[in-house]
């Protein structure tokens, strides 16, 4: 009933900058946090940051100050601007959200399919 498509991964350079776009689709009375993981080959998936429905803002040590996640509730959206990037950086890129269908259902935990981030030169 709800998905969530991630777009605009891709390679970048070391040093350069990549913005992420996350649209929830489908029957949506409410989306609650909206936030980005990512997990690396061989390990965990990890929260990379995090925003409330009132643009409360949460992120992980390894990214503050260089990404900043943000959100367009008209248009369903939650973007990850990613600026001087790491090799470290690279992983396969989820979004995820908390998302009511009607007035009367709790919100369900929504992942999308991922999008892969690739820091090399």
């Known amino acids: 009933q709800v998905q969530l498509v991630e777009s605009g991964g891709g390679l970048v350079q070391p040093g350069g900058s990549l913005r992420v776009s996350c649209v929830a689709s489908?029957?949506?009375?409410?989306?609650?946090?909206m936030g980005w993981y990512r997990q690396a080959p061989g390990k965990e998936r990890e929260l990379v940051a995090v925003?409330?429905?009132?643009?409360?803002?949460n992120y992980a040590d390894s990214v503050k100050g260089r990404f900043t996640i943000s959100r367009d509730d008209a248009k369903n959206t939650v973007y990850l601007q990613m600026t001087s990037l790491k090799p470290e950086d690279t992983a396969d890129y989820y979004c995820?959200?908390?998302?009511?269908?009607?007035?009367?259902?709790?919100?369900?935990?929504?992942w999308g399919k991922g999008t892969l981030i690739t820091v090399s030169s």
């Open positions: 489908g029957i949506i009375f409410r989306i609650d946090d």
């Open positions: 925003i409330s429905s009132n643009s409360m803002t």
């Open positions: 995820n959200a908390m998302i009511k269908s009607s007035a009367v259902f709790r919100p369900m935990n929504y």
